[in-house]
């Protein structure tokens, strides 16, 4: 399974038919030593704890900034 960090965007496909992706923010990682775990703030601007199962996310890296020359 990926690893987040805080900043990186993630999605959160729908097991039911006709619902939406669910999508947001990673705020903080969280390291129980039980596995990882994220505090997500989502687009609807909910925000909770969520600990993911394989295949349950996709991690899309937060974008870098290009030096400026």
Not at 37 to 44: C, G, M, Q
Request: proline share 4%.
């Amino acid at each position: 399974m990926a690893h987040g960090n805080v900043g990186d965007r993630v999605v959160v496909e729908s097991e039911r038919t006709g619902r939406s992706a669910r999508e947001g923010v990673i705020l903080e990682v969280l390291d129980t030593g039980e596995g990882i775990h994220y505090r997500i703030k989502w687009d609807d601007g909910h925000e909770s704890t969520f600990f993911p199962s394989a295949g349950s996310i996709s991690i899309i890296p937060k974008a870098t900034k290009e030096a400026v020359p």
